[in-house]
């Protein structure tokens, strides 16, 4: 939809200007599994401090395991689970504490794990799938689910699949979803040469 497309000030790529994240999504269409992992090969060649590549990623497909899928579906916060309910595949992203040859604190990982996830949102769009990013969930359950190691954290739910109307959707997430993107002036977030001095 025109309006989900990045109002960009500047030259960007059309994936990134294509990228965003709905809430609707197609429960009766399966993801392929040769795009799944080409999302997931995406997100394998992120950069990383050291080659070091901290993220690991639980895949929850419900075509293919359903009682995994629900695992960690039972992890999200109720308002997520409304429309998160029809992905087909849900993943949860972690994060490692130290480097796996030295044993050294990874101060990088979670940065890291966040770029090996927007390198798999992209992959998504250029897939014509859909992504979205899903923060409310129970850490602590998700942990005790999966059997995710103690100096594993987990960082992010992510819902993937294709994308359905917004009438698959409760009525009250119709604005939301509707909603044109939006983004701050370059100048908040960049500065020339010292802090504040907004970019021109």
């Known amino acids: 939809m025109a309006h989900h497309r990045a ?3 500047a030259d960007i790529h059309d994936i990134i200007a294509r990228r965003w ?4 999504f197609d429960a009766s269409q399966a993801l392929e599994h040769q795009k799944l992992l080409s999302c997931l090969e995406a997100a ?7 080659g070091d590549e901290p993220w690991r990623f639980v895949v929850c497909d419900r075509f293919a395991d359903e009682a995994g899928w629900q695992k960690l579906f039972s992890c999200l916060t109720p308002k997520n689970q409304r429309w998160a309910a029809k992905a087909p595949v849900l993943l949860l992203a972690c994060a490692g504490a130290t480097f796996r040859a030295s044993g050294n604190p990874n101060r990088w990982a979670q940065y890291d794990t966040g770029a090996a996830v927007m390198s798999l949102s992209l992959q998504a769009t ?3 799938l859909a992504s979205r990013q899903i923060g409310g969930f129970d850490a602590d359950k998700a942990r005790a689910a999966f059997a995710i190691p ?3 954290t987990p960082m992010v739910a992510i819902a993937l699949g294709y994308r359905a109307g917004i009438d698959t959707l409760d009525e009250d997430f119709h604005a939301p979803e509707l909603d044109e993107r939006k983004r701050r002036p370059l100048g908040d977030h960049c500065f020339a040469g010292t802090w504040n001095r907004p970019l021109a």
């Open 7 to 9: 109002d960009a000030h």
């Open 21 to 24: 994240s709905p809430r609707s």
């Open 44 to 50: 394998r060649w992120a950069p990383s401090c050291y």
């Open 126 to 128: 250029a897939e014509g």
């Open 150 to 152: 103690d100096d594993f």
